[in-house]
C-alpha cells in the first residue's frame, strides 16, 4: 500500500535536547511538507521541500532543520533552540511541488517536551 | 493577503441532522478549494476538491460543497450526520503567488450529539 509513515507516534524530549522525526513515503511524490499543528491554529508550515536536494522555510521555520537528501525520505530536526516545541506534527507529500496538488498526510508525531 | 475563513471552530448536531461546515476564502484569481477531515490523533485526509470543473463537488462520506464565486464561499454539507462523522473539519485553498501555496482555515470541529 502507498502511503507516508511518521515515526514516532509520540515523543517525549527533555529540554535543551535535539530530536528528529522521521517522515516517509512511497508514493513517489516529489513535494514533501512538515505542519505544526497547535489547538485552534489550524497547521502552520514548517518547512516545505518540492525536490530532492532543495527546501524551504515556511511560515514558521525557527528552531527547526530539514533535509532531503533522498525523494522519499523528510526527516525534521526539532533543535533546542525552538521555544516551545510541544505540538502535534504532520508531515505531508503532493505530486509535484509548485502545482495546485492535493496533499496526502501522514498520521502524525505528537512531540512532548518534558 | 490570501486567507481562508472557517466560521466556527465548533459546530453540533444531532444525529441524522443537516450539516454545514462554512468556508470563505480571499483570493483575486480562481482558487483550488479543498476540504480535508481529521479524527482524533491521525493525519488530514482529502473529503473534496475544487478544480473549476463544476461548481458543486461531491466528496467521499457523503459529504459535498458548492462553490459560489460571488460570495466567495466554499461550504461543507452534508444531509444527515452520523456519529462517525465526529472530527475536525479544514478547508485549504491553493493560491498562486508567483508559486502555487496551500493555505489551511483555522479549522471546525463537529460534534454529533445521539
Known amino acids: 500500500d502507498g502511503g507516508i509513515t511518521q515515526s514516532p507516534k509520540y515523543l517525549f524530549r527533555k529540554e535543551g535536547q535535539n530530536v528528529t522525526l522521521s517522515c516517509e513515503q512511497n508514493l513517489n511524490h516529489d513535494a514533501m511538507y512538515w505542519y505544526r499543528q497547535d489547538p485552534g491554529q489550524g497547521l502552520r508550515l514548517i518547512y516545505y521541500?518540492?525536490?530532492?536536494?532543495?527546501?524551504q522555510k515556511g511560515d514558521i521555520a525557527e528552531g527547526y532543520s530539514v533535509s532531503r537528501e533522498k525523494k522519499e525520505s523528510f526527516p525534521l530536526t526539532v533543535t533546542s533552540a525552538q521555544k516551545n516545541p510541544t505540538a502535534f506534527y504532520l508531515c505531508a507529500s503532493s505530486l509535484r511541488g509548485g502545482h495546485a496538488n492535493e496533499q496526502f498526510f501522514g498520521p502524525g508525531t505528537r512531540l512532548t517536551v518534558l | 493577503a490570501q486567507s481562508v475563513t472557517q466560521l466556527g471552530s465548533h459546530v453540533s448536531v444531532s444525529e441524522g441532522a443537516l450539516v454545514l461546515l462554512r468556508c470563505n476564502y480571499s483570493s483575486s484569481v480562481p482558487p483550488y478549494l479543498f476540504w480535508y477531515v481529521q479524527y482524533p490523533n491521525q493525519g488530514l485526509q482529502l473529503l473534496l476538491k475544487y478544480t473549476s470543473a463544476a461548481t458543486l463537488v461531491k466528496g467521499i462520506n457523503g459529504f459535498e460543497a458548492e462553490f459560489k464565486k460571488s460570495e466567495t464561499s466554499f461550504h461543507l454539507t452534508k444531509p444527515s450526520a452520523h456519529m462517525s462523522d465526529a472530527a475536525e473539519y479544514f478547508c485549504a485553498v491553493i493560491v498562486n503567488t508567483g508559486g502555487f501555496k496551500t493555505i489551511f482555515g483555522a479549522g471546525t470541529r463537529l460534534f454529533v450529539k445521539a
Open positions: 521541500s518540492q525536490i530532492v536536494n532543495d527546501f
